[in-house]
């Protein structure tokens, strides 16, 4: 009883600071832009928090730690490329994301090919992105059921009323200062329960001695054609995904964006091996385990319960925190790309309003779903996510972006519709073994130089335009 309020105590005093940072930062609300994109105020290590408060989430905590137990170091795909896509952000693409002084990614694309291809793109995105927004409430949901026993729908609740404490009121500032205290609690705990894990099993040579190379020590255990198109779908959703846009817009110049990102790959990187050590441990010493509470069983048997209690709190966090990220980017889409579009005399305050709504609507759909059999099927779809919105945005915006020759309206039109609709067909359909990733990229990447060449040589009916970097 004394180790649960332990353990209790120590998970109350986790949320209520993340509370206490969504109460202060709504005093920073001045208008619509402050919600979004912070006034296009932030700094470095803002931008870093908003978009490792919103990319490290259960999955790379717990899911690491759970998928290294099953089958070793293959777990650190998910950080890895995530710290990939974080740092090819920064090198490549976020000054010149920057610079477009836009707010969304689809109004990125609708610079370069007009405003029929900016609602398609929110409506792919913004499914693809609830599919990501609902695995993370899914992966709450046994950590707190966990430590304090209660129905699912109880813990459901919980997880929708901390996401709205934390975001609703303060928006992008809530994100990025919520993701700075995920990156002290998170980055260290994890790197304290690495080296414990790493010391008990005997060093590296340990692990070496106990764990053969195939399959717990190789990162191609899969296969390598699948594990290199895991990784690549994190590698190109961090480009593509609004909350990361999102958190590169509100940097407070060119300069703080591309910083910011390159910070946020470095945070990144360390925490799926950290998360793999913990996985091998518990493998190693407690092999009966249900694979799921690798990482909150090492809390509560290492570390006293309080400690225990900060920590774990910081692993729900993660949860929370890319929770609210990704429900903030779906309601940005949702209320600048879809319901401006209809409402174009809308004022700022109407703005704010419909976001704050949206965000609760789409919040407490993600908590009904996770606890229904809706969620469960479509669950099943979850690999959809990260490919869907890929093969929506890639390839259009790195033409727009770098391509300076002519561009039409027709082969924007044709990739953002070519690109997901395929992907969708293959995960669903299955018609052989290559990655949906790879035939979805391959599909926009056609249909936008075919429609392109076709339109150009149509002539000015067909809508030519010019590149962004024109």
């Known amino acids: 009883m004394s180790n649960t309020i332990g353990l209790v105590i120590g998970i109350l005093i986790t949320f209520l600071v993340m509370g206490g940072v969504g109460v202060y930062t709504a ?7 402050d919600f979004t994109i912070a006034g296009k105020k932030a700094s470095p290590i803002m931008v870093a928090g908003t978009i490792v408060g919103s990319c490290v989430g259960s999955g790379g905590t717990v899911g690491t730690a759970q ?7 293959v777990g650190w795909w998910q950080t890895l490329g995530l710290s990939i896509g974080c740092l090819i952000l920064g090198v490549c693409l976020a000054q010149a994301v920057y610079k477009t002084q836009v707010e969304t990614g689809p109004q990125l694309l609708e610079k370069t090919y007009g405003s029929k291809v900016r609602p398609i793109t929110a409506i792919f995105s913004s499914i693809a992105i609830f599919l990501s927004i609902l695995s993370q409430t899914k992966g709450f949901l046994p950590l707190l059921t966990s430590m304090i026993p209660m129905p699912l729908y109880w813990a459901a609740t919980v997880c929708v009323v901390l996401v ?9 500032f809530a994100t990025s200062l919520g993701g700075l205290v995920k990156i002290f609690l998170i980055l260290g705990s994890l790197l304290i329960s690495g080296v414990i894990a790493v010391t008990a099993m005997g060093g590296f040579s340990g692990m070496r001695a ?10 191609f255990s899969r296969g390598v054609s699948k594990d290199i198109a895991i990784g690549l779908g994190f590698v190109l959703g961090v480009l593509v995904t609004q909350v990361y846009i999102q958190a590169v817009l509100s940097a407070r110049d060119a300069k703080a964006a591309r910083n910011g990102a390159i910070l946020a790959a470095i945070f990144t990187c360390p925490v799926g091996l950290f998360g793999v ?16 509470q690798a990482f909150p069983m090492f809390m509560i048997n290492t570390f006293p319960s309080v400690i225990a209690g900060v920590f774990i709190g910081g692993l729900m966090l993660a949860a929370l925190g890319s929770n609210a990220g990704l429900c903030f980017g779906v309601s940005t889409m949702i209320s600048r790309d879809l319901y401006k579009s209809v409402r174009k005399d809308a004022g700022d305050k109407e703005m704010l309003n419909v976001l704050r709504f949206l965000i609760i609507v789409v919040t407490i759909l993600s908590g009904v779903f996770a606890v229904t059999k809706a969620g469960e099927l479509i669950q099943t779809f979850i690999f959809l996510s990260y490919g869907m919105r890929t093969c929506v945005f890639l390839v259009p915006m790195l033409f727009a972006m770098f391509y300076k020759g002519r561009l039409t309206k027709a082969a924007g039109m044709a990739s953002v519709l070519a690109g997901p609709l395929v992907n969708i067909y293959w995960n669903l359909a299955k018609p052989n073994d290559i990655d949906p990733i790879y035939v979805g990229l391959a599909a926009s990447f056609l249909a936008f130089i075919i429609a392109n060449e076709v339109a150009k040589r149509m002539g000015p009916a067909a809508g030519g335009v010019s590149s962004l970097n024109s």
């Open 27 to 33: 005093r920073k609300i001045k208008n619509s832009e």
């Open 67 to 73: 998928t290294a137990f099953r089958m070793g170091l």
């Open 164 to 172: 709205l404490v934390f975001v609703l009121f303060g928006g992008i």
């Open 210 to 219: 106990t764990f053969e190379f195939d399959p717990w020590l190789n990162l």
């Open 277 to 292: 050590a913990v996985g091998l441990y518990m493998r190693q010493y407690f092999p009966d385990i249900d694979a799921s």
